[in-house]
């Protein structure tokens, strides 16, 4: 008897941690694909790059839980129904605080302080953060698998009104009416299987007295009415985008395909794989991964927002700016899709005067308003009233106070909702003062643009979550791709074209610059191209002088692999 409990006092510790160190193996495995295990002072670019991915993470994390429907969980916290408004309000306030931490300028002394500590990495909350992104990967699957079903296998659900117009908007062109005049919500419904809620009310008609926001069963009651009096005064009803939002949508509407789901997926996996594309290769397992977790951007595919197609516009934009004609032909176009482009341009023209001259802004913004000019003048001569009143529509038509914004506190017994002219005041004043912090900042983090340009929506009449969605996963796109150096006072001749440069010139603390001519060119031909080859930076044709003269962490940049090595780095 003695014997037996001395053998199970002897075998029980074995077989309890076997189990814990099965998970510890697990997890040291995943640890390196994330977290560099080279601590060295060569090495902390890397290092500073996969902590800022760790507040991206927090700040996708943040979104995605502003998109959990707030009928689940309120009935069991009765006391935050009058404060309900200030759940995303706080929600998206922490993904800012995120995202301004991911590019924070970092002092040296705790740069130097941080380094030192390496025998600490990765930290605790790291892990923790990198834990709970792989968890919000599962909501993130599932957003994937809503958008695939949606967009291939069952008919279309426009949970987007804009999408609706636009898809009517593409039709109504074929058939050789103008879109800005002819569109009407009431056949869209007739045509489409449109909830009310999915509309967008105004405060006309029989909502002309009203200020809050109306219910779906009001919202039922009036499109019924307004069904049976052919008029509908109370929905917005115009093309309310500039023209290539509906130009992109022709190829469907022509083979019979309304179903435009697919586009707005496409997009997002053009994004994906343009940052796969132009990243580090030690970053490519976060940037997949936060582009899986990334529930916000998802959910933005499933509805068919548009701005999955601007903001891939306006990234290419960045990543090329090294390309006069490119970068402007990019903006250009994110220009002639939706309104909150327009937002970009001034910090876009910020970034080219602090890097080159005036004259170089002149001539790049030219070539952006000429391309978004030539893609909407033929319906503003077509009807020059009624493409101004439709891409107007979302300043000048009276609509509700809607968003996530400075508006969700007015929807609380805190603050009542003020005159718009307050808000736009408070639009301009940010606008203002993010513009001036863009002019400080931009050489070192032009990738700041990405929260800094839509910050001043967030004191907005409306400011609906989806206009913050796609400023955390493009940031890190282009914090990865590459890193601006202090080029001085002395401005630089425009690189024409971009890929003039093959590598980059070490900085004398042999940190990379900026690879945007890379990130420009292979951009460029992945469209021409249905696949690209990966090669690194030193190939086997390189001479051994050129081996010995490039910086050791050159070896990490993307090289092109359509362009023969150099012979010499001199």
Request: glycine share 4%; proline share 9%.
């Amino acid at each position: 008897m003695h014997e037996d409990t001395e053998q199970q006092t002897v075998t029980m510790p074995y077989t309890q941690s076997a189990e814990p160190q099965r998970h510890n193996r697990l997890f040291s495995r995943l640890m390196p694909l994330f977290f560099t295990e080279d601590v060295s002072p060569d090495n902390y670019p890397l290092i500073e790059l996969q902590r800022r991915a760790c507040w991206v993470g927090l700040a996708i994390i943040a979104q995605a839980l502003n998109e959990i429907d707030r009928k689940i969980y309120l009935p069991y916290v009765r006391f935050l129904i009058p404060w309900e408004s200030m759940i995303p309000f706080v929600l998206i306030v922490a993904s800012f605080v995120a995202i301004w931490m991911a590019f924070r300028p970092m002092a040296l002394k705790k740069r130097v302080g941080k380094s030192s500590a390496s025998q600490s990495r990765p930290h605790r909350w790291q892990r923790i953060v990198l834990v709970m992104v792989l968890l919000t990967c599962i909501a993130g699957g599932i957003e994937f698998g809503r958008s695939i079903a949606m967009g291939f296998f069952m008919p279309p659900q426009y949970t987007n009104d804009g999408t609706s117009i636009d898809t009517n908007a593409a039709s109504l062109l074929l058939e050789g009416r103008n879109p800005y005049t002819d569109s009407s919500i009431l056949s869209l419904v007739r045509r489409f299987p449109i909830q009310p809620y999915w509309t967008t009310p105004l405060r006309q008609g029989q909502l002309a007295d009203a200020l809050t926001y109306p219910s779906t069963w009001e919202l039922r009651t009036i499109l019924d009415t307004d069904l049976k009096a052919g008029t509908a005064p109370e929905f917005e009803s115009k093309v309310s985008y500039p023209s290539l939002s509906f130009l992109t949508l022709l190829p469907f509407v022509w083979l019979n395909i309304y179903n435009v789901l697919p586009f707005y997926l496409l997009c997002y996996i053009l994004l994906v794989i343009i940052g796969l594309k132009v990243v580090r290769p030690e970053i490519r397992p976060w940037l997949l991964l936060l582009s899986l977790a990334n529930v916000s951007m998802w959910t933005s595919v499933v509805g068919g927002n548009l701005d999955l197609l601007y903001i891939l516009f306006i990234v290419l934009a960045w990543l090329a700016q090294d390309s006069r004609r490119w970068s402007a032909i990019f903006l250009g176009l994110a220009i002639a899709s939706k309104q909150p482009a327009w937002l970009f341009v001034p910090f876009y023209a910020i970034m080219i005067l602090r890097q080159y001259n005036f004259k170089e802004v002149l001539y790049r913004l030219s070539i952006a308003g000429i391309i978004a000019l030539a893609l909407n003048l033929p319906f503003i001569l077509w009807s020059p009233q009624a493409w101004f009143a439709g891409v107007l529509a979302p300043i000048a038509d009276p609509m509700f106070p809607l968003g996530v914004g400075l508006i969700a506190v007015s929807s609380t017994p805190l603050v009542p909702i003020l005159p718009g002219t307050v808000y736009l005041a408070l639009e301009a004043i940010t606008m203002l003062f993010c513009l001036g912090w863009y002019w400080r900042i931009c050489k070192q983090h032009p990738e700041s643009v990405m929260l800094l340009a839509v910050l001043p929506l967030f004191f907005a009449w409306r400011s609906l979550p989806s206009y913050f969605y796609c400023a955390a996963f493009p940031l890190i796109i282009l914090q990865a791709a590459y890193t601006l150096p202090n080029r001085g006072s002395r401005p630089r001749k425009a690189l024409r074209p971009a890929w003039r440069l093959q590598f980059a010139s070490p900085e004398i603390n042999e940190l990379p610059v900026g690879i945007t001519s890379h990130a420009a060119t292979r951009t460029l031909r992945f469209f021409r191209a249905l696949g690209i080859r990966s090669t690194s930076v030193l190939s086997s044709k390189s001479s051994p002088h050129a081996q010995q003269q490039h910086s050791p962490v050159a070896t990490y940049l993307p090289a092109l692999p359509w362009i023969p090595p150099p012979q010499s780095l001199a």
